[in-house]
Nanobody, 118 residues
Framework: QVQLVESGGGLVQPGGSLRLSCAASGFTFSSYVMSWYRQAPGKERELVARITSAGNTNYADSVKGRFTITRVNAKNTVYLQMNSLKPEDTAVYYC????????????WGQGTHVTVSS
């Protein structure tokens, strides 16, 4: 069974850091593009960061220079290092796996909460 399990969320003060993890199983991890999305209360889900099988990365303008996405294929895990956190980063963060841009090869985790507040 396909599983994506996020962890590492929590409460952090502005300017602080968190490292999110997404552990994958049930599919060929190395063949998939891995992404982090987030959804803030009352807002639409948005793409935060993406990393391809080859290691190419893309980031939302709002997080460039602050967030870093990495993957360790040997561990079937993708990470999101979040530094210099701002209150507007508060959201539920979701891990996504996709292959060939196909909806039939598209998987989501359950989400992990990140709250940035003093």
């Amino acid at each position: 069974q396909v599983q994506l399990v996020e962890s590492g969320g929590g409460l952090v003060q502005p300017g602080g850091s968190l490292r999110l993890s997404c552990a994958a199983s049930g599919f060929t991890f190395s063949s998939y593009v891995m992404s982090w999305y987030r959804q803030a209360p009352g807002k639409e889900r948005e793409l935060v960061a993406r990393i391809t099988s080859a290691g190419n990365t893309n980031y939302a303008d709002s997080v460039k220079g602050r967030f870093t996405i990495t993957r360790v294929n040997a561990k079937n895990t993708v990470y999101l290092q979040m530094n210099s956190l701002k209150p507007e980063d508060t959201a539920v963060y979701y891990c996504n796996a996709n292959r060939l841009g196909l909806l039939s090869n598209d998987y989501w985790g359950q989400g992990t909460h990140v709250t940035v507040s003093s």
